[in-house]
């Protein structure tokens, strides 16, 4: 038998949270006035996503929401993390809010409050209502016009029970995999107009902050997924390669959010491509886009290991902005997830204190995601003995809690998810949940994993009442 990690010790005032998105877990995708979104649009279209899978019902979590926050009140965390369904607010993305929508929003605040729970709301994760995107999406300046619109939307209904607001989940995922590489919604593959929703993404997060301080919010953020990346070798190639995977993973949003400029390298990285940014850029965009931030969440999975590659299309007049990708190599002496995501807990430490060294005026930090993919199965005693997942739950907490004892100022921790979901383009197929659900009958089984993050927070919680 695998004897249970250790729970590691963090200071007094951390707290520890869950996270979910809204079109992985909501389902009733068609309910209570909500439009379609580009994940709608893209799960439809053959050979998108694995299995053909939508996240039509999911984990019909819009129905179930009482039983999933008693779940949240039964594992004992301060916060949970959950994001706001852009479409349910405003079906076209645009005009007076549908109701029915901010309304469920209401109910699922009020039932955490309830539960002594305090609601984290994420305002995009990635789920743009369809029409937007019909009308050029974040590549045009409209969109994150809109969003700003309704970001003041929400937060004029929920901003006097929702202490805690993050703009964006992962806009390097918005920009680059949904608009450059296809792998996600909208599924397109674009040079400039990959580059341009990079640019008009982090414009919409600047508004957004905007209009969350006019209504008054005190707790305001974004969430980005920096990458660890390492060089395959000690050539002065892959050194180049990796100075242009900084510039993509990681500069292209830390830069003009915390320095204040554009990456230094995006000539270098882009080539043609970062040509005619004047097109997309305004001369005060750097200061609505670096509006003071409360804390940074970062999102971690795994390191990424790189080595020099050629441009996939070197064709600049076909080129997408995803064309410039390194080959991602793994190193094989470690344990991978099912996702093939390696296991090395201490690059989280390593990420956490550069990016303070990088960017000295950098927020305190919140890790809003991080959890692994695993191979679940219902043993024959009725439960899910994930092992795995708790080890490398274990590694990485151990990992924050290293980069704090380092000095990195980081103030909590979402684990990702609380329950298995709609992952995406891979469907149903990977598990990330502390919490089994059965997608036949969308009953919820806690996992070995949900029990070892409640000892961690009860242990926690004890010492720190000391």
Not at 81 to 98: D, Y
Not at 218 to 223: F, R
Not at 282 to 297: K, Q, S, V, Y
Not at 336 to 345: F, L, N, S
Request: net charge negative; charged share 25%.
């Amino acid at each position: 038998m695998t004897a249970t990690p250790e729970f590691p010790a963090f200071p007094p005032g951390f707290f520890f949270g869950a996270a979910t998105a809204s079109y992985q877990i909501e389902g009733a995708h068609d309910v209570g006035g909500r439009g379609p979104s580009i994940w709608d649009t893209y799960a439809r279209t053959p050979g998108r996503v694995a299995g053909g899978d939508t996240g039509d019902v999911a984990c019909d979590h819009y129905h179930r929401y009482k039983e999933d926050v008693a779940l949240l009140k039964e594992l004992g965390v301060d916060s949970y993390r959950f994001s706001v369904a852009w479409p349910r607010i405003q079906p076209t993305g645009s005009g007076k809010a549908n109701s029915e929508g901010l309304d469920f929003y209401d109910r699922l605040v009020d039932e955490l409050l309830a539960a002594g729970i305090s609601p984290a709301a994420t305002l995009y994760h990635w789920d743009l209502p369809q029409a937007l995107e019909d009308q050029g999406g974040w590549r045009v300046r409209e969109t994150a016009e809109r969003f700003a619109d309704y970001t003041a939307l929400v937060a004029e209904r929920l901003g006097d029970r929702v202490p805690r607001w993050i703009t964006l989940n992962e806009p390097f995922c918005s920009a680059f995999v949904g608009y450059a590489i296809g792998r996600h919604a909208p599924g397109a593959r674009e040079g400039r107009g990959a580059l341009a929703a990079a640019h008009h993404l982090l414009v919409g997060h600047g508004l957004a902050v905007r209009a969350l301080r006019a209504a008054g919010a005190t707790e305001v953020g974004i969430t980005l997924n920096p990458d660890r990346l390492l060089p395959a070798s000690e050539s002065e190639a892959d050194a180049g390669a990796v100075r242009r995977a900084e510039t993509l993973h990681n500069e292209v949003w830390f830069d003009p959010l915390f320095a204040g400029r554009y990456p230094l390298h995006e000539a270098e990285t882009w080539g043609e491509l970062a040509d005619g940014a004047e097109e997309y850029r305004r001369e005060d965009d750097l200061i609505t886009i670096g509006a003071p931030l409360d804390f940074t969440g970062i999102n971690y999975y795994r390191p990424i290991t790189v080595t020099d590659a050629p441009h996939q299309d070197p064709d600049p007049a076909t080129r997408t902005a995803a064309d410039i990708r390194v080959a991602e190599t793994w190193r094989d002496d470690v344990r991978h997830t099912t996702m093939g995501w390696p296991v090395v807990p201490h690059t989280f430490t390593d990420l956490l204190v550069d990016l303070q060294r990088r960017y000295p005026g950098l927020p305190p930090l919140i890790i809003t995601e991080n959890g692994s993919a695993e191979a679940d199965v219902v043993s024959p005693d009725g439960q899910v003995h994930d092992a795995d997942r708790v080890s490398y739950l274990a590694g990485h907490l151990a990992a924050v809690a290293d980069a704090v004892s380092a000095g990195v100022d980081v103030r909590g921790y979402y684990v990702w998810s609380l329950l298995d979901n709609f992952e995406w383009a891979y469907g149903y197929d990977q598990r990330f949940g502390i919490v089994r659900v059965d997608y036949a009958t969308l009953e919820r089984l806690p996992k070995d994993s949900y029990r070892w993050y409640q000892g961690l927070i009860a242990a926690h919680r004890a010492t720190s009442t000391r």
